[in-house]
């Protein structure tokens, strides 16, 4: 079983950078597939930044790249998702997911089997 929490969250103006963790315990080394969704009020939850970790590779929404950096602790125990130059339009609850495989780092359904409970972002203008 694994088990995914969030910090990091917050409220920042524009312009500024904030850094997300997930502490993942449990079979962390059948984690081959984790990524960062975001989900805006009413609507589905979308991927942000992913990656397939035995591959070291990474995939971004186009909204977030250049901004956005997703990587993992050398114990491969924590994730994290560095967001700089933050616009208003990221406010959004923050999920951590992981699965032992999926088709893509940043589609939900593709494969995620564990969540964490989310953290807020808030971006003011």
């Known amino acids: 079983q694994v088990r995914l929490v969030e910090s990091g969250g917050g409220s920042v103006q524009a312009g500024g950078s904030l850094r997300l963790s997930c502490e993942v315990s449990?079979?962390?080394?059948?984690?081959?597939?984790m990524g960062w969704f975001r989900q805006y009020p009413g609507q589905e939850r979308e991927g942000v930044a992913g990656?397939?970790?035995?591959?070291?590779?990474?995939y971004y929404v186009d909204s977030v790249k250049g901004r956005f950096a997703i990587s993992q602790s050398e114990l491969k125990n924590t994730l994290y998702l560095q967001m700089d130059r933050l616009k208003p339009e990221d406010t959004a609850m923050y999920y951590c997911a992981a699965g032992s495989s999926c088709l893509h780092p940043l589609n939900k359904d593709s494969g995620y089997t564990h969540w964490g409970q989310g953290t807020q972002v808030t971006v003011s203008s």
């Open positions: 990656m397939f970790t035995h591959l070291s590779r990474s």
């Open positions: 449990g079979d962390t080394g059948r984690s081959r597939c």
